[in-house]
């Protein structure tokens, strides 16, 4: 079925609208959830309550066991993206503060253009290219509009690029395992994984649940339930249907997306660079995923036409 043309390419369009519409959502409610809790803590809290989720949702589907070829993407993706991303990013949000960490995490996507081109053998056609490079100038921006004046540590930096390439070979991986898999069964068990990876914070988990305030508590759960378990599935679905490097450009509305529920939930006004950053942002994405229309043929000497 041809997934860029037509109708077969809605579906995906608007699943890939509601990963960045949730994932965006999660930076506000980390803000909440990280004050009681620790990153190792927070990112098995996280993964446990999205993959009860996930359970949940699998076995009401009675989908089975992913095939044995699709093993290593999901094995692989959850390690990288699930379990040692999310550990890491909250690790390094603590060291630098949050512009910072958003604009070292935004050249994930363009590893992912990168290692999908190398690995996958993804095209990189010059909308797509030229559209990640406005969006990430707009990340740039924003990342700099919201930086509280500069707290920048080595350490924090570092971790913060660990994550960003987490998360690509993550994605890259979990390509050819949604070639053999369904989206909810790679998404579970990639899920799984990567809360069974962070089972070393289990102790941390219940000691801080003990005394946590209810509200990060729930921003906790709601962060398994919907920028996990829901967005990852949704993500799964939209790049099972188009290229790893088109879907890591998409990401880059998340940033505009958060200054939008900032303002929106937490009061916070952003500034005008930050607004140019954003409509970057959006303008980038919205050029690397625009399609090149057919123009008419054009003549030539032999009399037959030839596509533009």
């Known amino acids: 079925m041809n997934t860029t043309l037509g109708r077969p390419r809605l579906p995906a369009t608007a699943a890939a609208v509601v ?5 965006a959502s999660a930076f506000v409610a980390i803000r909440s959830a990280g004050r009681a809790y620790s990153p190792g803590a927070l990112a098995l809290g996280r ?22 070829a699709a093993w290593r993407g999901i094995l692989q ?35 992912i253009a990168l290692l999908g081109a190398r690995l996958l ?42 994550a960003a390439l987490a998360y690509a070979c993550g994605v890259v991986a ?15 068990f990639g899920c799984l994984t990567g809360a069974v990876a962070c089972l ?47 879907m890591g450009a998409t990401t880059y509305a998340v940033p505009a997306l958060v200054v939008l529920m900032s303002w929106l939930a937490l009061g916070e006004v952003p500034g005008v660079l930050t607004l140019v950053g954003g409509v970057l942002c959006l303008a980038g994405v919205a050029v690397s995923r625009s399609q090149r229309r057919a123009g008419r043929p054009v003549r030539v000497a032999t009399g037959r036409p030839r596509p533009e």
Not at 152 to 162: D, K
Request: aromatic content about 8%.
């Open 200 to 246: 070393p914070f289990a102790g941390q988990l219940a000691e801080e649940s003990v005394r946590a305030p209810v509200p990060a508590t729930l921003d906790m759960v709601y962060l398994g339930v919907f920028p996990t378990a829901l967005a990852f599935t949704t993500w799964a679905y939209a790049l099972a249907r188009t290229t790893a490097s088109r």
């Open 47 to 68: 993964l446990a309550s999205g993959a009860l989720t996930l359970v949940v949702i699998w076995a009401v589907r009675r989908e089975g066991l992913p095939p044995r």
């Open 121 to 162: 053998g993804d095209s990189t056609p010059p909308r797509l290219l030229a559209g990640m490079t406005v969006s990430f100038a707009g990340a740039v921006i924003v990342g700099l509009s919201m930086s509280d004046g500069g707290r920048y540590s080595v350490l924090g930096v570092v971790l913060c690029l660990l």
């Open 174 to 188: 979990q390509k050819p395992a949604l070639a053999r898999a369904s989206a909810l069964q790679v998404t579970t």
């Open 19 to 23: 990963t960045v519409v949730l994932w």
């Open 77 to 111: 993706s959850g390690l990288l993206w699930f379990g040692l991303y999310m550990a890491i990013l909250n690790w390094g949000e603590r060291q630098v503060d949050a512009g910072t960490a958003a604009l070292v995490v935004n050249v994930g996507p363009l590893l």
